[in-house]
């Protein structure tokens, strides 16, 4: 017979120790290299700006059709000799570019439009090689998070897509005998599109990578849905304005009226539908595409007010910051946008206004996440 045992005892043999308590379970096994993929993602990021800033600097001096051919390996090489500088010179010459608008150009003014392209393309090429090496090193190093391998591998997946989307739109204006001086408008915005989702995916993961997953899925508990539906609603918006702008660029059409609030001295642009047929105007008639850009850009902002207004009253202190300054930058985006038109889009002010749209878009991104995953403050604002 055994003793009597307290009714407090632990059931179970004689002298064992009861294990410890394991904490941790949802992140074991899930973590993976998360940091050091975020800081890869991070690169990626920079990488994609920095191509959107070259990018619209090729399109705001005219270069973007000075390589008329898509080579994706061979074409890395630039020109390394006067015979191989003649010969792309040559190339260009009889395109419609050339023949209608540049014929007063000789080599040394070729090779500074071709250097804008050559640069833009090596660009995507770097980007391109950073993402492969880092993908495939965390793969093989088995350092992907669990459900992280499709994410990575669908930035690579639109990063290819986005370079045939490049040449499908150098191709438009690569022409001759059809009067084409420049590329597409549709061609233009598709492009530019395609590098803001791109910019917007890498961005969003680094936020969630900046957390584990207990933590993310502790803060989902505490979603604010209305700001989150909001912000989603202005993120859309800010993005088809990013479109519209687009075909603003690719037409030039931002220096056709240079007074505001008025357009050539009214307040509807003259001859809005002398294109035929009517839509084409949406898409190649300057003074219609620059109003439907002026107009939309006020119902951003209305709207902006508004999610701004909803996002103060957040509860966590954080993801009232981020409204706040998703906010002021596209205050400031207003400003630039009308100073923009005033001066005619010069190249300083006109590639500003395109790199504070990705801040626009960016921290309304932002504003979004911390919406969706809201960082948790005591009363005294630590986490």
């Not at 669908?154 to 084409?180: D, K, N, P, R």
């Not at 936020?207 to 989150?228: I, N, P, V, W």
């Not at 626009?360 to 969706?372: E, G, M, N, Q």
Request: with cysteine; net charge positive; proline share 4%.
């Amino acid at each position: 017979m055994s003793g009597k045992r307290s009714i407090f005892e632990e059931v179970g043999e004689a002298g064992k120790t009861r294990p410890a308590a394991q904490t941790g379970m949802i992140d074991k096994g899930r973590g993976g290299a998360r940091r050091g993929i975020r800081i890869w993602l991070s690169i990626l990021f920079l990488m994609v700006v920095a191509m959107i800033a070259v990018g619209g600097l090729t399109r705001l001096t005219d270069s973007g059709l000075s390589i008329t051919e898509w080579r994706p390996v061979t074409g890395a090489l630039p020109p390394m000799s006067e015979a191989e500088w003649q010969s792309e010179f040559a190339k260009y010459q009889q395109i419609d570019q050339f023949q209608l608008l540049n014929k007063w150009m000789d080599l040394e003014d070729f090779k500074q439009i071709y250097w804008w392209e050559w640069s833009h393309r090596q660009i995507g090429r770097l980007i391109g090689l950073v993402w492969a090496v880092g993908f495939l090193g965390f793969l093989v190093a088995r350092k992907v998070p669990t459900g992280w391998t499709g994410r990575l591998l669908l930035i690579g997946a639109l990063g290819g897509l986005q370079g045939a989307i490049g040449w499908w739109m150098v191709a438009s204006g690569v022409t001759e005998g059809e009067g084409m001086t420049s590329v597409a408008s549709y061609r233009l915005a598709t492009h530019l599109g395609l590098a803001f989702l791109i910019l917007g995916f890498i961005a969003w993961y680094v936020f969630l990578l900046g957390r584990t997953e207990r933590d993310l899925m502790q803060a989902r508990r505490s979603k604010e849905a209305r700001q989150y539906g909001l912000s989603t609603g202005l993120l859309h918006m800010v993005f088809l304005q990013i479109l519209i702008g687009a075909l603003v660029a690719g037409i030039d059409a931002g220096r056709s009226y240079t007074d505001w609030p008025l357009m050539g001295g009214q307040w509807l642009p003259p001859n809005p539908w002398m294109v035929e047929p009517a839509w084409r105007n949406f898409f190649e008639n300057p003074a219609l595409v620059q109003f439907v850009h002026r107009c939309f850009g006020y119902l951003v902002l209305i709207f902006g007010v508004v999610v701004w207004l909803r996002g103060r009253q957040s509860a966590h202190p954080a993801t009232r910051f981020a409204f706040n300054m998703a906010f002021a930058a596209l205050c400031l985006q207003v400003v630039l946008g009308i100073m923009t038109v005033i001066y005619a889009a010069p190249l300083h002010i006109a590639i500003v206004h395109q790199l504070v749209a990705v801040a626009v878009f960016t921290l309304i991104l932002r504003a979004r996440y911390l919406s969706a995953y809201p960082v948790v403050a005591t009363i005294r604002g630590t986490k």
